[in-house]
T-cell receptor, first 112, second 115 residues
Framework: GESVGLHLPTLSVQEGDNSIINCAYS??????FIWYKQESGKGPQFIID?????DKRQGQRVTVLLNKTVKHLSLQIAATQPGDSAVYFC???????????FGRGTSLIVHP | SAVISQKPSRDICQRGTSLTIQCQVD?????MFWYRQQPGQSLTLIAT?????????ESGFVIDKFPISRPNLTFSTLTVSNMSPEDSSIYLC????????????FGPGTRLTVL
């Protein structure tokens, strides 16, 4: 069936470096994508989203890139800080469905 | 966005008992959902909580085990019935907001341990 998956389950970076978290999706009908951050002991927190009519969207220190040709989504975090340490989930939805499909999650570890 | 609270934040329960988790939202929302997140895993949708009608359950989840109430547009409860250690998990409430209720926002979760 259709699925959403992540390439790297764990990513370790040094403070101040840029982080890139990747996500592959297989549902070509997906038209809305979301990144969530989940810190230990907390619920997932919305970070940024993008629709399929865009290939790039920027927020504060974060950028999401969407490549529909290869069904690939990435989250870039600039100047990564220890507070960015968390598990990051991508999620995708297709038109007509109000329920997103969540990826497996990537654990980002930021070393001071 | 929406501010979502859950009670309790955590609990330790004995097998065979039941626990009811409450979810409160600070604004009226059409769509409310309940998820389960087992340790180190992603999120699995249990059901959609429908206001004024029975919840819509996903495959593998049944009403007898996870009864859900949705008395109004700001509140829902999930009961985990006849618990076993396999029910140990984080239970998350979420709401859909936005023009098409596309974006889901999550509560802080309820960490359940069943002994």
């Amino acid at each position: 069936g259709e699925s959403v998956g992540l390439h790297l389950p764990t990513l370790s970076v040094q403070e101040g470096d840029n982080s890139i978290i990747n996500c592959a999706y297989s549902n070509s009908a997906s038209d809305y994508f979301i990144w969530y951050k989940q810190e230990s002991g907390k619920g997932p927190q919305f970070i940024i989203d993008i629709r399929s009519n865009m290939d790039k969207r920027q927020g504060q220190r974060v950028t999401v890139l969407l490549n529909k040709t290869v069904k690939h989504l990435s989250l870039q975090i600039a100047a990564t800080q220890p507070g960015d340490s968390a598990v990051y989930f991508c999620a995708e939805k297709s038109g007509g469905s109000y329920i997103p499909t969540f990826g497996r999650g990537t654990s980002l570890i930021v070393h001071p | 966005s929406a501010v979502i609270s859950q009670k309790p934040s955590r609990d330790i329960c004995q097998r065979g008992t039941s626990l009811t988790i409450q979810c409160q939202v600070d604004s009226q929302v059409t769509m409310m959902f309940w998820y389960r997140q087992q340790p180190g895993q992603s999120l699995t949708l249990i059901a959609t909580a429908n206001q004024g009608s029975e919840a819509t359950y996903e495959s593998g989840f049944v009403i007898d085990k996870f009864p859900i109430s949705r008395p109004n547009l700001t509140f829902s409860t999930l009961t985990v019935s006849n618990m076993s250690p396999e029910d140990s998990s984080i239970y998350l409430c979420s709401v859909g907001v936005g023009a098409n209720t596309d974006t889901q926002y999550f509560g802080p979760g309820t960490r359940l341990t069943v002994l």
